[in-house]
């Protein structure tokens, strides 16, 4: 039997002691693209930040499983190593440390600890040449002073770097203007390319879905995923918005 | 288990090495006007040393000591030996050094830097000078660089009478008067009109015997248009007992000359370190101050700088790190006196470990000095609750033509910033050493290479402990 890349079940979350997850369950497949939409507060980033295991957010019931690995006790440090990536939706600013020196540090440990520095910087240019930036971005200080768009174009540069086997974006379209929003969706389009890969896209509109190839889409309200359907429910939630979904729950 | 980490302290072990004090000379503890006259006798002094020390001490004992800042009461000065001599002479050669004092400058890695990096080094291990050597092609450009016992009797004597204690008065403050009293050692340097010294000079003061105090005097003169790059370290191993170091700098800065003062202290934690510096900088002039505090149980360090003359300069750059049971207050005072002066304080404090770190900033514009500009700019950082942090500002401003700015922030390890890097595959305690280090940086960046490396080194040794 093929396992799942990415395997949730049952999953209930609290946050100081407020549940926010009611019983999620979510499967991924190697080379399947999932979007999450919602409506604000529907608890879609507590999802990302459970996945990835911010601290604040406890897993109550339930488990997640990536690649056949059980990952919800693990650190963040330990998921990222598994391969799993999340993309934030605001990006902290680390002063005095450099987009490229940052960049190295986690793709050595990615890497296990080694790094070979000529085929990381290969890597780089060409990763940083799908994103349109300049070489000199590279020795900023980690989203220091960045723009909406720069950090979120420096997110999938990490996301492209670093390689992940499922990677998480949550609201990486927002907050961005159409160009940006372009850039971001070449970037994703790379990584999608790579049909070992898993993505799951968290968002609520869908600007950044329209050029990309999505197999599934969930609907979130109040914590439960109260629909899932194809490609097509991004479209049909864009007409409607997600009013039929709230009055249903 | 869940793992807690720490940002570990200073890696004392190359400092905390101690060696025996085998035939070196000590003067009985305490102070007294028999003691003093015993130690300007052992010095051979010039009889008006001699009378300046004594008067010194008699300013010493009507000054009260200072109670506005770290506790001083574990310091008794009945038990501290102020003049302790190695059992050698000074000499430009390292091979002629005591192979138990030379070992110890190599572990700290003095003569390899000699050879890479400096223009001219001086050691001073206790109370006298063991080393002074200074490149030939800089001794060519008219530069002098030599111990101050030197400088008192040589060709220079007149030059040193004339500065000597002038800009730190004895009056100033009682450890001020304490070191005119029983100072020894440390470094006179002198660069002519005109004459850039490329590569930096360096003297280092190690500290070895317990129970003592260490009172070396540095004089710096630069003529218009020299420039020059100083560097000052210092070192000691760690005794159970309290070891002072109450040492003063004195810097005249001339017409458009620049200095550059950098200095990485590294006391050992029973230290008492009261040290006093201070620069007056000539039109055009610049004074820049990088200063690196890592070590001392109690610290009351402010440099000074008066800018004099019109358009001079003076920037201040500190790193403090304060761990367990280290007070270390620290700060920088400027004095504009002259129109379109310019300052600039940019600090950074960690401290951990229940340390207390304190910067203290005076900004003080005189009336005269209109068109000029002053930023002080101070963060801090502390790594845990139990540790403590404060700023505090002092201005007097006596004229409202003047651009005065003062910014601080405290605060702690954000715990999503560790969450976000940890998200890239990095462990929690790398993810704080490269908060921690990325703090520091656009400090420890002014910092000499050698150093800078090392506060590196010592950020990023992390270790791993249990909350079980």
């Known amino acids: ?249 | 288990m869940k793992e807690k980490t720490y940002i570990e302290d200073v890696d004392r072990s190359i400092y905390d090495i101690r060696n025996d004090e085998t035939g070196a000379y000590r003067l009985q503890e305490g102070l007294s006007q028999k003691i003093v006259e015993r130690l300007s006798e052992e010095k051979r002094d010039p009889l008006w040393m001699r009378l300046f020390r004594l008067e010194s001490l008699a300013i010493y004992h009507q000054m009260k000591t200072p109670d506005w800042g770290p506790s001083l009461e574990g310091l008794d000065m009945d038990h501290i030996a102020t003049y302790v001599r190695p059992n050698t002479k000074m000499t430009a050669k390292w091979s002629e050094v005591p192979k138990e004092i030379k070992d110890t400058f190599e572990r700290l890695g003095i003569p390899q830097a000699e050879r890479k990096s400096l223009a001219g080094v001086g050691a001073q291990y206790d109370s006298e000078l063991v080393y002074h050597h200074v490149r030939q092609e800089v001794e060519e450009q008219g530069v002098i660089y030599t111990d101050m016992e030197s400088a008192l009797r040589g060709e220079y004597a007149d030059m040193v009478r004339k500065h000597f204690m002038k800009l730190v008065k004895p009056t100033d403050h009682k450890f001020a008067a304490l070191h005119g009293a029983v100072w020894s050692g440390g470094s006179f340097v002198y660069v002519p009109a005109g004459v850039s010294v490329t590569i930096p000079l360096q003297s280092y003061f190690r500290f070895n015997a317990p129970g003592a105090g260490q009172f070396e005097h540095t004089l710096i003169i630069l003529e218009e248009e020299a420039d020059l790059h100083f560097i000052e370290g210092c070192s000691a191993p760690k005794y159970n007992i309290a070891n002072l170091h109450a040492g003063c700098v004195e810097l005249f800065v001339g017409k458009n000359a620049r200095l550059r003062y950098s200095t990485i202290e590294n006391w050992s934690k029973n230290m008492y370190n009261l040290n006093t510096k201070r620069a007056v900088v000539e039109e055009g002039g610049r004074m820049e101050w990088v200063s690196g505090s890592f070590g001392s149980h109690v610290s009351y360090l402010y440099p000074m700088t008066i800018l004099k003359g019109k358009n001079a300069r003076m920037e201040y750059t500190g790193i403090t790190f304060a761990g367990e049971g280290q007070n270390l207050d620290t700060g920088a005072k400027v004095v504009h006196a002259a129109p379109k002066t310019s300052s600039y304080m940019n600090t950074r404090s960690i401290s951990k470990d229940g340390g207390i770190s304190t910067f203290r900033s005076a900004v003080v514009v005189h009336k005269e000095a209109k068109g000029s500009k002053s930023a002080v700019s101070c963060q801090s950082l502390m790594l845990d609750s139990e540790s403590r942090s404060d700023t505090i500002p002092a201005m007097d401003i006596r004229t409202q033509e003047a651009d005065i700015g003062h910014e601080a922030r405290i605060g702690r390890i954000s715990d999503d910033a560790v969450f976000y890097l940890m998200s890239r595959g990095i462990s929690e305690e790398d993810a704080r050493a490269m908060i921690v280090s990325g703090f520091a940086d656009q400090v420890s960046k002014e910092l000499p290479l050698e150093y800078a490396l090392e506060m590196n080194r010592l950020i990023e040794l992390e270790m791993k402990g249990s909350i079980g």
């Open chain 1, 1 to 249: 039997m093929d396992r799942h890349l990415l395997d949730i079940q049952n999953l209930s979350v609290q946050v100081e002691e407020k549940e926010i997850l009611h019983h999620i369950s979510l499967q991924i497949q190697k080379g399947e693209t999932h979007v999450l939409m919602g409506p604000n507060g529907a608890g879609k980033s507590t999802l990302g930040y459970t996945l990835m295991g911010h601290p604040r957010y406890q897993v109550t019931e339930g488990q997640i499983w990536l690649a056949g690995e059980r990952i919800d006790e693990e650190g963040a440090d330990a998921r990222a190593r598994a391969g799993l990536f999340l993309s934030f939706q605001n990006p902290l600013e680390v002063p005095g440390v450099t987009l490229s020196s940052f960049l190295r540090n986690a793709w050595r440990h990615r890497q296990g600890g080694k790094l070979k520095v000529w085929a990381f910087q290969k890597e780089l240019e060409r990763v940083m040449s799908i994103l349109q930036m300049e070489e000199a971005y590279g020795e900023r200080e980690l989203n220091v002073g960045f723009s909406g768009g720069e950090k979120k174009k420096a997110e999938i540069l990490q996301m492209l770097m670093l390689k992940p086997s499922l990677a998480i974006l949550d609201e990486t379209d927002s907050g961005l203007d159409v160009d940006a929003v372009r850039t971001v969706s070449k970037g994703v389009e790379e990584f999608q390319k790579d049909r070992s890969k898993g993505l799951l896209i968290i968002t609520h509109n869908a600007q950044i879905l329209e050029s990309l190839q999505v197999d599934y889409t969930h609907v979130m309200v109040e914590g439960r995923i109260v629909k899932t359907g194809g490609g097509e429910l991004v479209e049909e939630i864009s007409r409607t918005g997600f009013e039929p979904y709230i009055r249903q729950t």
